[in-house]
């Protein structure tokens, strides 16, 4: 039960009865949430000051006339007006009382929205180059996109989990020149590895395997060639330590695109100018230098450009290289087009912090190659900062010098590292502090949640022990007399519970899964603090032998805060334990 999206809808059709006029588009602005100021009430609107203008009227002359209607709504029991015409509703306990029987009825589905009405997202993220494993930079954007694509299904969009390999360009040769000097090393030669060249080890079972499958043989072929070979098994080899390192946080992608397919003849960038030229979208032109670049690193000459400028970009962007080759955009544009032309309409990507520039480029791609009918949100995800006890902390590293995610997740776990990576925005940088995410104490926000769980189900294990007599199977919780429940303290940690939902689809819209770890953090503050006020008032403990159905009433409240925690931590990809050691 969504009491905010059920008044939403209450509060819309209120407006539609009075003026039938009013657009959908317009209405769609109406927002019902939680006060600034709890002492306001439970809810309240924005609806007057929306449509009053359109209307020709004062916010708070539609205000008063909706306040009239809702004051014969038996779920309000005090509603007004405030301010330049906002709308404050109190409900009725009885609310509260159905918000917290939903959760029982509604169990793991507690919050799971249809806002997405099966619609199709294409949801891209790690996408690292494959020469390599993981570090820390993308560990943080592939947690973010593993959540965010979690979040989104939950909210009934059909995802993919898409990984874009980038297994053409420069890189991919050093990648095998780098292995074709271990697979000497394999051979027993002494090797040194050159500056810009890939120096972890990562890289010696790779020599190896070529040492097992050709012998000394590649030593025999013309180096570019023995180079394409090594280059092969090594790509072969990264992703699979890529996958690897992605499942060390459950992380699984349902496609792994290869760039090298959109090149070539008659690939996705030559049918994609083809198309654009048909389209009028490229031209035959000459660009402004980009800043900061001097006048002998800028090569002036008549190239093929496309209109970005045309869909929102800052400038037009070359497709085509000096040397014939085509640009890193011009595989971006065929790539997003390919999306769009396999049902794509949504498409979320999710980036690095040194992509920012690549924002309006991609925005313009995708509305020039989908003539404005999809839509593509590129989220940053800024960079991380490592310390221990508040100072910079390197650690011992497997692959050059590089912290890979390997190396975090042996140190502080799977779930320390999903839920901190997700405990804040992530367009902000953060600071990951080892010592931090090991405490066990309030300060560190993962043990802190989860700590409420286990508390939560630590009170059915005292009432079996006090109470053994006392039926609290799921049938017994969902027949309490929750309406026992009177009190501040009750009622204040039901509305908490019933917010929940309407997070669930904020954070959805916004693409911003940091809010339901906000959130839970907020649940288990609530439990803690609940849990506190029971040692200074008897009345308030969850389990109280001399009052069976008060007791009863409380487990089913700590049953549906359990719940909650559990269905929010799921969405993060964390762990919900019963105990902790």
């Given amino acids: ?89 109190r409900l009725n306990d009885a609310v509260w009382f159905r918000v917290l029987r939903s959760v029982a009825a509604a169990g793991a589905d507690f919050g799971r929205t249809d806002i997405g009405k099966g619609e199709r997202v294409n949801v891209e993220y790690v996408s690292a180059n494959p020469t390599g494993p993981m570090h820390v930079g993308h560990t943080r954007g592939a947690v973010f996109g ?60 790779v020599g190896q395997a070529l040492k097992a499958q050709y012998g000394a043989g590649l030593l025999d072929m013309p180096e570019q060639e023995a180079v394409l070979i090594a280059r092969e098994t090594a790509l072969a080899a990264m992703m699979e330590l890529i996958k690897a390192d992605l499942a060390q946080l459950n992380i699984h992608h349902d496609v792994f695109f290869s760039e090298r397919t959109l090149h070539g003849q008659g690939g996705d960038i030559q049918t994609t100018l083809d198309w654009l030229r048909e389209q009028g979208m490229v031209y035959e032109g000459r660009l402004e230098p980009p800043k900061g670049k001097t006048p002998e690193e800028w090569e002036d000459r008549e190239q093929t450009l496309f209109r970005a400028t045309d869909y929102g970009d800052d400038t037009d962007r070359a497709l085509i290289k000096s ?27 999710v980036l690095g912090a040194d992509h920012s520039g690549y924002v309006k480029r991609l925005q313009a791609a995708v509305k020039a190659v989908s003539h404005g009918e999809a839509d593509i949100d590129v989220r940053i995800c800024q960079l991380v900062r490592l310390l221990k006890n508040g100072e910079p902390f390197k650690m011992s590293k497997r692959s050059g010098d590089l912290v890979t995610l390997s190396d975090l997740v042996d140190e502080v776990g799977s779930d320390a590292t999903r839920f901190m ?10 600071d990951f502090d080892f010592a931090l995410v090991k405490e066990q104490t309030r300060d560190n926000p993962v043990f802190y949640v989860q700590y409420a769980h286990a508390r939560a189900s630590s009170v059915f294990r005292t009432a079996a022990r006090d109470m053994p007599e006392l039926d609290v199977s799921p049938a017994a919780l969902a027949a309490a007399d929750i309406e026992l429940l009177s009190s501040p303290a009750d009622l204040e940690l039901i509305r908490l519970i019933g917010a929940w939902p309407r997070t669930v689809a904020a954070a959805t819209l916004a693409h911003e899964p940091h809010r339901a770890a906000f959130y839970v953090h907020e649940l288990a503050a609530a439990l803690h603090g609940f849990w506190a006020k029971g040692k200074d008032d008897p009345q308030l403990r969850f389990v109280n032998p001399s009052d069976p159905k008060l007791t009863l009433a409380r487990l089913a409240l700590v049953d549906a805060v359990r719940q909650v925690i559990r269905n929010g931590l799921g969405l993060l990809g964390v762990t919900a334990p019963d105990e902790l050691s």
């Fill in 146 to 205: 593993d959540a965010l694509a979690s979040l989104m299904a939950w909210s009934g969009y059909e995802v993919t989990r898409e990984f874009y390999i980038n297994d053409t360009g420069g890189q991919t040769i050093i990648l095998g020149q780098s292995a074709l000097l271990r697979y000497r090393e394999a051979l027993g030669e002494t090797i040194e590895i050159p500056s810009g060249f890939y120096p972890g080890d990562y890289l010696v079972p």
């Fill in 421 to 430: 990576l997700l405990f804040r925005r992530n367009d902000a940088a953060m």
């Fill in 323 to 349: 040397d014939g080759s085509y640009t890193y955009f011009a595989a971006d544009i065929a790539y997003h087009r390919n999306k769009y032309l396999r049902g794509f309409k949504h498409m979320v990507n």
């Fill in 1 to 89: 039960m969504d009491i905010f999206a059920l008044f939403t809808t209450r509060v819309i059709d209120a407006l539609r009865a009075d003026y039938p006029q009013l657009d959908n588009e317009l209405l769609a602005r109406v927002v019902v949430e939680p006060p600034r100021d709890a002492a306001h009430g439970d809810l309240s609107t924005n609806a007057a000051m929306v449509v009053a203008k359109p209307l020709g009227k004062n916010p708070r002359e539609v205000a008063a006339a909706l306040v009239e209607r809702f004051k014969a709504d038996a779920d309000v029991s005090a509603v007004d007006v405030a301010g330049p015409g906002f709308i404050n509703f």
